[in-house]
């Protein structure tokens, strides 16, 4: 019985311990060697948990306009830093530095920095960092 028992258990923390291994795999998902930097219109922003995501309007290497999809942190750590869902507007110009897509002609980032010009609002640089 004493073995049954240490086994479930066992599994249980292996089961626990790749899960989350497998959420904070931000190198599996994005090139965390390189940045980017996108400058552009906020379309929506989409505050939520386990990450929120901030969609930007911003060319690509080329010239184009595409829509970005940036990820950002969850609502708990980015309250902490005074990040609300009232923080960003559609239609707010944001510049955003962040890690690209792995995935080529994916047009998706790792939050690493935003500001908006207008008012000098800056998340990033100051110690925070997407978890």
Do not use: C
């Not at 922003?45 to 940036?70: E, I, L, T």
């Not at 830093?81 to 009232?86: E, K, L």
Request: net charge positive.
């Amino acid at each position: 019985m004493r073995r049954v028992v240490f086994l479930v258990i066992a599994l249980a923390a292996l089961v626990a311990a790749t899960a989350a291994y497998a959420h904070h795999s931000y190198a599996a998902t994005y090139n965390v060697a390189e940045q980017i930097t996108l400058e552009g219109k906020l379309v929506q922003f989409v505050y939520r948990n386990p990450h929120s995501f901030v969609h930007v309007q911003a060319p690509d290497q080329s010239g184009a306009m595409q829509r970005w999809a940036v990820e950002w942190g969850g609502t708990a750590q980015l309250a902490n830093d005074g990040v609300n869902r009232d923080t960003l507007k559609v239609g707010d110009e944001v510049v955003i530095l962040g890690r690209p897509s792995r995935v080529t002609g994916e047009y998706r980032a790792l939050m690493v920095r935003l500001t908006r010009p207008s008012d000098g609002f800056t998340w990033g640089g100051r110690g925070q960092v997407v978890d």
